[in-house]
């Protein structure tokens, strides 16, 4: 069974920098899309950053210019690097994969449990 799998959240300070990771478990035939989606306490879940097959991204307009997206490879892990974090950025932030784990399966959709980010004034 496939299953992502974050790290890297923590506890940091405003204007300080954090690198989430996401890789998987379990076999995977290929891998569609991937992103970053993030959850505040009592906020809906929202795109932080998001990365297609061919390398195009797309961010959020409140991570622009701070915020970057990439991955090694076609089904490599997906990295979020994270600058001039601000505590409005604390969150659960969650890895998404849209992907196939067999050549006749269906693309799925796939999260991970999340990882805090704090982030202190």
């Known amino acids: 069974q496939v299953r992502l799998v974050e790290s890297g959240g923590g506890l940091v300070q405003a204007g300080g920098s954090l690198r989430l990771s996401c890789g998987h478990s379990g076999s995977i035939f290929s891998i569609k899309d991937m992103a970053w989606y993030r959850q505040a306490p009592g906020k809906q879940r929202e795109l932080v950053a998001g990365?297609?097959?061919?390398?195009?991204?797309n961010y959020a307009d409140f991570v622009k210019g701070r915020f970057t997206i990439s991955r090694d490879n076609a089904r490599g892990p997906v990295y979020l690097q994270m600058n001039s974090l601000t505590p409005e950025d604390t969150a659960v932030y969650y890895c998404?994969?849209?992907?196939?784990?067999?050549?006749?399966?269906?693309?799925?959709?796939?999260w991970g449990q999340g990882t805090q980010v704090t982030v202190s004034s």
């Open positions: 990365i297609t097959t061919n390398g195009s991204t």
């Open positions: 998404y994969g849209r992907l196939r784990t067999l050549a006749a399966a269906p693309l799925r959709d796939y």
